[in-house]
Each structure stands twice: as structure tokens, then as C-alpha cells.
């Protein structure tokens, strides 16, 4: 590998001299660095008590890319050199860093000079000596502008539903608590936005509605299917009462939190006395066929066009949802994929950075004497916490995306994994696999795996078990897996009603195989966790070959 300027560095001034830190330490940054999409450059103090006399000693190539020049261009200037940017936080900071010793982060700096081009840059600054020090930075200006163009579009479209005039369009919090309102529902209702905000919406119900909660239970639909539909008599501020179609959606954030509700209103009393009229067309027909043909015909084609709306607005909600399944189905992918591009980025360039410092260390350790004791210690303390670096990068590194599923297959990786829990929790954990190989493709191994993972921690968060079993069985063109725990239990209903996560999850990689997810429990006698899916044609037809056949 070359050898790096600043690994030779040696600089004195007149009165005294430089120290940098220790050449071997600064020889293993370089190509940890030179890959960071971060831009990273590090500085010398040569005057303590001037910040314009830090000089660039190096600079990676993101850090040159931002500057529009190069590292070798950069190395050698010194803050001095940028007028605009001694007119920032960073010179004085950077003195304050090596004077205390500590790491600052600067947040958002603004900066531009003739180098560089106006922007915010996100700044943190890491003390390596008592005169050496690095900062790195990152270009956010895109995204400020991003985050900018998102609050404007945000703006324009609340503006838009407050200028709606023909439909009653406002949001409830969590609870039912009327949050916003627009133009259309002060028009439909009679209540302008001081009088209702705040109220809890079943104020629009009438008495015998409130009685049997109607209110709470669209609510709870809404939470259970995402949306609720119905219709009924509302009731405006001066009393009267309209027949409405109402539409409630709940709004949730991208982790599944529920925000609160987005209510739609819509006044049918028109459509409602229409189809009242033509009931009572239908029981005058036989006296008076001859004169109503004409209104019946006309009233019928409504209809028609109605049904014809609805089953066009039927099947885009489909398509929508097919949409939305698919669109899961890929996350979970991408979700996958950056997991075991992390796990092995983790395992190869820090697992290996952290053995090449270990190296370095017990070669440190072999040529101190017996009388440097302390040092000795120094060494071995280091060389115990680089260990426990190792340890941590491999777990973390696992837990992202445990290697024996990609080399070993399902099987192994369940084996591990029971192993892994039994290891950490003190509970026994056994896995029954079926005698023939059985090994399948990523997708089905992958949701398998994922499964038994938040199975095993729901056991070890909840159930105060003291056993738990999994099996996995192929049952003639299926392939079932199940887990169970002697614990506590729990009651089904009341997990859906609370909709945990983790069991929507495993509920939502079942769905995406077009397999079937169950959980069986009973307060006291413990949980069975069953997931049941088609094996491809291929497997059932036992011609698939197993994936480390073709290694």
C-alpha cells in the first residue's frame, strides 16, 4: 500500500515542537476513509492560539469532491486560505475540541467560497491528538430542499381540502377529537372551525347512535381494515339531520403508529328519497304502469350508472391493494438485500480492521520489556476491547443477516438460531426438522427464518416460558412450520384488537407467499405459532436441488 503523506509527517516551529499521533495508527485510516461517501480531512495546529494556522495534511476523495478540487490540491492550505470560512463556527470549535479533548458535533453549518458552491453542510469535529484533529462534513443541502418542497406540497394540499366546498373533509386525533376542518364541513354541519375543534366528533350523531357507541366502533373498524364506510342520519349544529355516507381512513406513519383519522362526509338525503321514490313507484306500478314507464326507465338508468360507478371504484381499490402488496413485497426484499449488504460489510471491512489493529498491538506487546509494566497493560487492555469489538461486530453482524442461512441453508440457520436463544435466554430450545433434505429458495427460507426470529423474541419478551419447540414438516404440497412455548399465553383477540406489530409482520410475509398465518393461545397454557405455505412446483414435485449443490 502506498505510504500516505501524513504518515511521515514531521513539522517543528521555532519555539516548539509538533507532535502527531503515531505513524502505525495514522497508516491503517487510509482506505478506511477513502471509501466514506463522507467527507472527511484532517488538520494540524501549528500555532495553539491561532485557528488560521490549521493545515490540511489530508483529505479523502469525498471531501475534495464537495471543495471541486482534489486531495492533492487540498493538502498543504490552511483555514487562512478560506477567508469565508474563519467567518464560521468551525475554527473556533475546532480550538475548543483539542482543548477539551472531546468530539463536537456542529449541526448545520452554511457555507460558500470560491471553491465551493452556497450549501449547508452537516459538521462534526474528532480530537486525535493534542494538536491534530479531523472534521468531517456532508452536503445536505438537497435534502433541506427536499424537506423544503415537501412542507410546501403539504401546504398546497391543505389548502386544497379547506377549499372544498362539497364535501365535509376534516381529521380526528387518535381519540376522536375533532383537529382540523375545512370550508365543505363548516357548510355541511353549520359549526366554523372555533366552535368544533377540539369536540369529540360523535356531537354529529344522533342520540340513539351514541347510545349503542356507534361512534367508538366505527373507529375501531377503521383500525382493524385501515378504512370504515357507513351510512346514517348526522346531525347539524341547529339540529336538523341529513343522511350522510361517511368514509373514515386511519392515518398512520411509516412504522404503523396510528396518527388519527381522515373523515370524509358526504350529504345523500338526495339519493335517499330518490330510492324511497321509487319504492313507492314500484307498489303504485300496476295502477299506474302505463304513466310511470317513462320516470321507472329514467330512474333504472341511474341506478345503473350508480352500480357501474361502484364497481369501477370496486376494482381500482383492488388494483390499489394489489398495488400496496406488491409495493410491501419489495421492501421486504430491499429490506433483506440491505441487511446482508450491511452484515457483510461489517464482517469483511471493519471485522478485518479490527484484526489488523490486534495484530499490530500484540507485535506492540512483543517487543516491550519486562520493566514496562504499565504499558504492557495498556496494550493488553487494548487488545481485550479490540476483542470485544470483534465479538460485537459478529453478533451485530448475525443479527442483520446470520451467514449460515445463505451458506448452510434453513435447517442449520433454525439450529443456530435455537442454539443462539437457548445460549442467551437460559431457555431450552429444540427444533425438529423433517428426515429428507428440504432446502428452498431465498424468499421462502428468508420468511421462515424471519418468523421463527420474532417468534422466539416474542417468547422471550412475554411468555415466561421454560420450553419452547419448533417443528418444520412438508405435508404432501405444503410446507408447515410452528413454534410453540409452555408460557403464559394470551388471548388472539385481544392481540388483534392491540395490533402488535411483530404479528402483523409475520402475518404480512405469509400473505406475500400465499401462505397462512395463525397464532393459537390460551391464558395460562401457553402459545402455538403455525405458518403454512405452498411449496413451489418444483419442491412438491421433489426435483429442486439443494442450494449447496450449485456451490
Given at each position: 500500500?502506498?505510504?500516505?503523506?501524513?504518515?511521515?509527517?514531521?513539522?517543528?516551529?521555532?519555539?516548539?515542537?509538533?507532535?502527531?499521533?503515531?505513524?502505525?495508527?495514522?497508516?491503517?485510516?487510509?482506505?478506511?476513509?477513502?471509501?466514506?461517501?463522507?467527507?472527511?480531512?484532517?488538520?494540524?495546529?501549528?500555532?495553539?492560539?491561532?485557528?488560521?494556522?490549521?493545515?490540511?495534511?489530508?483529505?479523502?476523495?469525498?471531501?475534495?469532491?464537495?471543495?471541486?478540487?482534489?486531495?492533492?490540491?487540498?493538502?498543504?492550505?490552511?483555514?487562512a486560505d478560506f477567508?469565508?470560512?474563519?467567518?464560521?463556527?468551525?475554527?473556533?470549535?475546532?480550538?475548543?475540541?483539542?482543548?477539551?479533548?472531546?468530539?463536537?458535533?456542529?449541526?448545520?453549518?452554511?457555507?460558500?467560497?470560491?471553491?465551493?458552491?452556497?450549501?449547508?453542510?452537516?459538521?462534526?469535529?474528532?480530537?486525535?491528538?493534542?494538536?491534530?484533529?479531523?472534521?468531517?462534513?456532508?452536503?445536505?443541502?438537497?435534502?433541506?430542499?427536499?424537506?423544503?418542497?415537501?412542507?410546501?406540497?403539504?401546504?398546497?394540499?391543505?389548502?386544497?381540502?379547506?377549499?372544498?366546498?362539497?364535501?365535509?373533509?376534516?381529521?380526528?386525533?387518535?381519540?376522536?377529537?375533532?383537529?382540523?376542518?375545512?370550508?365543505?364541513?363548516?357548510?355541511?354541519?353549520?359549526?366554523?372551525?372555533?366552535?368544533?375543534?377540539?369536540?369529540?366528533?360523535?356531537?354529529?350523531?344522533?342520540?340513539?347512535?351514541?347510545?349503542?357507541?356507534?361512534?367508538?366502533?366505527?373507529?375501531?373498524?377503521?383500525?382493524?381494515?385501515?378504512?370504515?364506510?357507513?351510512?346514517?342520519?348526522?346531525v347539524r349544529k341547529?339540529?336538523?339531520?341529513?343522511?350522510?355516507?361517511?368514509?373514515?381512513?386511519?392515518?398512520?406513519?411509516?412504522?404503523?403508529?396510528?396518527?388519527?383519522?381522515?373523515?370524509?362526509?358526504?350529504?345523500?338525503?338526495?339519493?335517499?328519497?330518490?330510492?324511497?321514490?321509487?319504492?313507492?313507484?314500484?307498489?303504485?306500478?300496476?295502477l299506474r304502469v302505463?304513466?310511470?314507464?317513462?320516470?321507472?326507465?329514467?330512474?333504472?338508468?341511474?341506478?345503473?350508472?350508480?352500480?357501474?360507478?361502484?364497481?369501477?371504484?370496486?376494482?381500482?381499490?383492488?388494483?390499489?391493494?394489489?398495488?400496496?402488496?406488491?409495493?410491501?413485497?419489495?421492501?421486504?426484499?430491499?429490506?433483506?438485500?440491505?441487511?446482508?449488504?450491511?452484515?457483510?460489510?461489517?464482517?469483511?471491512?471493519?471485522?478485518?480492521?479490527?484484526?489488523?489493529?490486534?495484530?499490530?498491538?500484540?507485535?506492540?506487546?512483543?517487543?516491550?520489556?519486562?520493566?514496562?509494566?504499565?504499558?504492557?497493560?495498556?496494550?493488553?487492555?487494548?487488545?481485550?476491547?479490540?476483542?470485544?469489538?470483534?465479538?460485537?461486530?459478529?453478533?451485530?453482524?448475525?443479527?442483520?443477516?446470520?451467514?449460515?442461512?445463505?451458506?448452510?441453508?434453513?435447517?442449520?440457520?433454525?439450529?443456530?438460531?435455537?442454539?443462539?436463544?437457548?445460549?442467551?435466554?437460559?431457555?431450552?430450545?429444540?427444533?425438529?426438522?423433517?428426515?429428507?433434505?428440504?432446502?428452498?429458495?431465498?424468499?421462502?427460507?428468508?420468511?421462515?427464518?424471519?418468523?421463527?426470529?420474532?417468534?422466539?423474541?416474542?417468547?422471550?419478551?412475554?411468555?415466561?416460558?421454560?420450553?419452547?419447540?419448533?417443528?418444520?414438516?412438508?405435508?404432501?404440497?405444503?410446507?408447515?412450520?410452528?413454534?410453540?412455548?409452555?408460557?403464559?399465553?394470551?388471548?388472539?383477540?385481544?392481540?388483534?384488537?392491540?395490533?402488535?406489530?411483530?404479528?402483523?409482520?409475520?402475518?404480512?410475509?405469509?400473505?406475500?407467499?400465499?401462505?397462512?398465518?395463525?397464532?393459537?393461545?390460551?391464558?395460562?397454557?401457553?402459545?402455538?405459532?403455525?405458518?403454512?405455505?405452498?411449496?413451489?412446483?418444483?419442491?412438491?414435485?421433489?426435483?429442486?436441488?439443494?442450494?449447496?449443490?450449485?456451490?
Open positions: 500500500m502506498k505510504t500516505r503523506r501524513i504518515a511521515s509527517l514531521e513539522i517543528q516551529d521555532a519555539n516548539t515542537p509538533i507532535s502527531l499521533p503515531n505513524p502505525t495508527v495514522l497508516g491503517l485510516y487510509p482506505e478506511l476513509l477513502r471509501k466514506l461517501p463522507v467527507g472527511v480531512v484532517l488538520l494540524l495546529l501549528e500555532n495553539p492560539s491561532d485557528a488560521q494556522t490549521f493545515r490540511i495534511v489530508d483529505a479523502n476523495r469525498a471531501a475534495a469532491k464537495i471543495a471541486g478540487s482534489t486531495s492533492e490540491m487540498l493538502v498543504g492550505k490552511t483555514l477567508p469565508k470560512l474563519l467567518q464560521t463556527p468551525i475554527p473556533g470549535q475546532s480550538l475548543a475540541a483539542l482543548r477539551s479533548g472531546e468530539a463536537r458535533n456542529l449541526g448545520e453549518v452554511s457555507f460558500t467560497d470560491d471553491r465551493m458552491q452556497r450549501g449547508v453542510y452537516s459538521v462534526r469535529i474528532f480530537p486525535l491528538s493534542s494538536n491534530f484533529l479531523g472534521v468531517a462534513f456532508e452536503d445536505i443541502t438537497d435534502r433541506k430542499n427536499s424537506e423544503r418542497t415537501l412542507r410546501d406540497s403539504e401546504e398546497r394540499s391543505r389548502l386544497l381540502v379547506e377549499g372544498v366546498q362539497e364535501y365535509a373533509i376534516f381529521q380526528l386525533d387518535p381519540e376522536g377529537h375533532v383537529a382540523s376542518w375545512n370550508a365543505g364541513a363548516q357548510r355541511l354541519k353549520g359549526y366554523d372551525s372555533a366552535e368544533i375543534i377540539g369536540k369529540h366528533f360523535s356531537v354529529f350523531y344522533p342520540e340513539e347512535d351514541k347510545m349503542i357507541d356507534k361512534p367508538r366502533h366505527i373507529l375501531a373498524s377503521a383500525v382493524r381494515h385501515g378504512q370504515s364506510e357507513d351510512e346514517g342520519w348526522r341547529d339540529g336538523s339531520r341529513f343522511w350522510a355516507n361517511v368514509i373514515i381512513t386511519a392515518l398512520r406513519d411509516p412504522k404503523g403508529n396510528l396518527l388519527g383519522f381522515a373523515k370524509l362526509t358526504r350529504d345523500t338525503t338526495e339519493n335517499r328519497e330518490k330510492a324511497e321514490a321509487l319504492t313507492k313507484a314500484k307498489e303504485l306500478l300496476e302505463e304513466q310511470r314507464t317513462a320516470v321507472l326507465t329514467r330512474v333504472n338508468q341511474e341506478m345503473r350508472t350508480e352500480i357501474a360507478e361502484r364497481q369501477h371504484a370496486e376494482e381500482q381499490l383492488r388494483k390499489s391493494r394489489d398495488q400496496l402488496r406488491a409495493l410491501a413485497a419489495r421492501l421486504q426484499s430491499v429490506r433483506e438485500e440491505e441487511r446482508t449488504y450491511i452484515a457483510r460489510e461489517i464482517h469483511d471491512e471493519l471485522g478485518q480492521a479490527c484484526t489488523a489493529i490486534k495484530m499490530d498491538l500484540a507485535m506492540i506487546g512483543h517487543k516491550l520489556t519486562k520493566r514496562q509494566t504499565r504499558l504492557q497493560a495498556k496494550v493488553d487492555s487494548a487488545i481485550q476491547l479490540v476483542d470485544n469489538t470483534i465479538l460485537a461486530l459478529r453478533r451485530i453482524a448475525s443479527e442483520l443477516r446470520p451467514r449460515t442461512l445463505d451458506d448452510l441453508g434453513l435447517p442449520a440457520a433454525l439450529e443456530a438460531q435455537a442454539q443462539e436463544f437457548e445460549s442467551r435466554t437460559g431457555i431450552p430450545c429444540s427444533v425438529t426438522l423433517p428426515p429428507e433434505p428440504l432446502l428452498l429458495d431465498t424468499e421462502r427460507s428468508t420468511a421462515i427464518f424471519r418468523i421463527f426470529q420474532e417468534s422466539l423474541t416474542n417468547v422471550a419478551r412475554h411468555a415466561h416460558a421454560s420450553r419452547v419447540e419448533a417443528r418444520l414438516q412438508r405435508e404432501g404440497d405444503r410446507l408447515i412450520f410452528q413454534v410453540f412455548d409452555n408460557g403464559t399465553g394470551f388471548d388472539p383477540e385481544s392481540a388483534k384488537a392491540g395490533k402488535s406489530l411483530g404479528l402483523v409482520g409475520m402475518q404480512e410475509r405469509a400473505l406475500l407467499l400465499n401462505g397462512d398465518f395463525k397464532t393459537e393461545g390460551v391464558p395460562g397454557a401457553g402459545t402455538t405459532v403455525t405458518l403454512t405455505i405452498p411449496l413451489p412446483p418444483s419442491v412438491a414435485a421433489g426435483k429442486l436441488r439443494h442450494e449447496d449443490s450449485d456451490r
